[in-house]
């Protein structure tokens, strides 16, 4: 087995028998793995107080060969995060985002720009509007991992789309009123909301997520990106149902 180290972030952990853990990671150098913690639930263990959600940690493991989960042998803290764990909000967009990243990559396949997004997502989401930040996460992700929709020009005829265009999940971009008008679906979207998911592409995150943002636009790129991500992913993420549940809770900074 080869020893690897690696800087990752905690996206996922669920017990293994009684005394151990299976931790999903998001590592810089290797991508999304997964880790077994032997023996960290025993009480005696001071690696299973570091092992919480949304913490940077600095890891060395055990490479397998024939098995996609590898044995953890050392981890300290270079962040706890515990910004992320101590107020609702922050917790409940950290968890959607970790969630988000945990669907989307595929083991082992490296990805430095996904841990550097989540990394300044975390840095800003206690100071910056929570769903704004969590909406730029969402679309620089879209292009990390390939799903980007084409947003400058109509996916059916290759027209530049100057004025109001409709979005098509099942097309991955948007259509011109002439392509729409034979396709018969599609959301609305403005060529405001347009150039708001552009600078939104083209910004680092904190000042992407400092862009003033319309009640149209914001309504525009909730239901774009919602549509989309049904449409995306198998099923839905545990997290959004949790915050939607609780979603009067969440009044607090999110526009």
Known sequence: MAI???EAFVLQRRPLRETSLIVTLLTREFGKIKVVAKGV??????TASILEPFTCLSIVYYEKTRSDIHLLSQASVIRTNSHLRNDLNCFGYA???SEFVEQVCQIQDPHPDIFDLMNGAFDVLSRLPFLKVVRVFEVKLFGMVGWLPALTSCIGCGEKVHEQAYFSSKHGGILCARCHHGEGRGIVISKDTIQTLLYFLKLPIEQASMIAVGK?????LTAIIEKFLRYRLEYPLNSSHFMSEIGHLFNKKTS
Do not use: H, L
């Open 216 to 220: 149209q636009i914001e309504a525009e």
């Open 95 to 97: 968890s959607y985002m």
């Open 41 to 46: 639930r025993t009480g005696k263990s001071p």
């Open 4 to 6: 690897q180290k690696a």
